[in-house]
């Protein structure tokens, strides 16, 4: 899933866009199965308000999808 939102400035202009993302996940530990887990993990990425989406995709995409892989990844460990 994919939101942008705006924040405003008192001259109701967008100050920055914020680009957010956010996947179910749901984990299945087959040796220990009180560890399952069913959680929505999601992060965002800021950007100006006088750029364009598709001139920070790449970087926004590449951002967001590193923390919500380790996110994740830390998540799936935790019992360790």
């Not at 990425?45 to 989406?53: E, F, M, T």
Request: aromatic share 14%; charged share 30%.
């Amino acid at each position: 899933m994919c939101i942008r939102d705006r924040s405003a400035t008192a001259q109701q202009t967008a100050a920055q866009n914020r680009l957010s993302v956010g996947v179910a996940v749901r984990f299945y530990n087959r040796t220990k199965e009180d560890a399952d887990f069913e959680r929505r993990f999601s992060f965002f990425y800021d950007y100006p308000a006088n750029a364009q989406l598709s001139s920070v995709k790449s970087e926004a995409h590449e951002i967001i999808f590193e923390r919500i892989t380790q996110d994740i990844f830390n998540e799936s460990l935790a019992d360790w």
